[in-house]
């Protein structure tokens, strides 16, 4: 089993920053991509953004030029900095861990438990 523990979250005014963080444990072989989604109320889950082990980098075009993700491999640990935080960012936010439990098998996407991010004046 693999498990995410998420902490960071929180409130901020409209353009400040916060910093997410994610570490994943258990048995597994490795973790190909992790990222982070969010749910707004009354809204679908979306990506906000991904890396992979090798550091490639994906970002939903609302949050690029704002959100910086990075990870480190050994610690299985994702970052996620958030500058210029917008009413409109406000959700909870979840890690995402797309999981290879072996060399041979496919990946299995495990989740965390989501952490408050509030946005407002």
């Known amino acids: 089993q693999v498990q995410l523990m998420e902490s960071g979250g929180g409130w901020v005014q409209p353009g400040g920053s916060l910093r997410l963080s994610c570490v994943a444990s258990?048995?597994?072989?490795?973790?190909?991509?992790m990222g982070w989604y969010r749910q707004a109320p009354g809204k679908q889950r979306e990506m906000v953004a991904e890396i992979t082990n090798g550091g490639t980098t994906n970002y939903d075009d609302s949050v690029k030029g704002r959100f910086t993700i990075s990870r480190n491999n050994p610690q299985n640990t994702v970052w996620l900095q958030m500058d210029g935080l917008r009413p409109e960012d406000t959700a909870v936010y979840y890690c995402?861990?797309?999981?290879?439990?072996?060399?041979?098998?496919?990946?299995?996407?495990?989740w965390g438990q989501g952490t408050q991010v509030t946005v407002s004046s």
């Open positions: 995402k861990a797309s999981v290879r439990r072996t060399p041979t098998l496919n990946r299995t996407n495990f």
């Open positions: 258990g048995s597994f072989y490795g973790i190909p991509v």
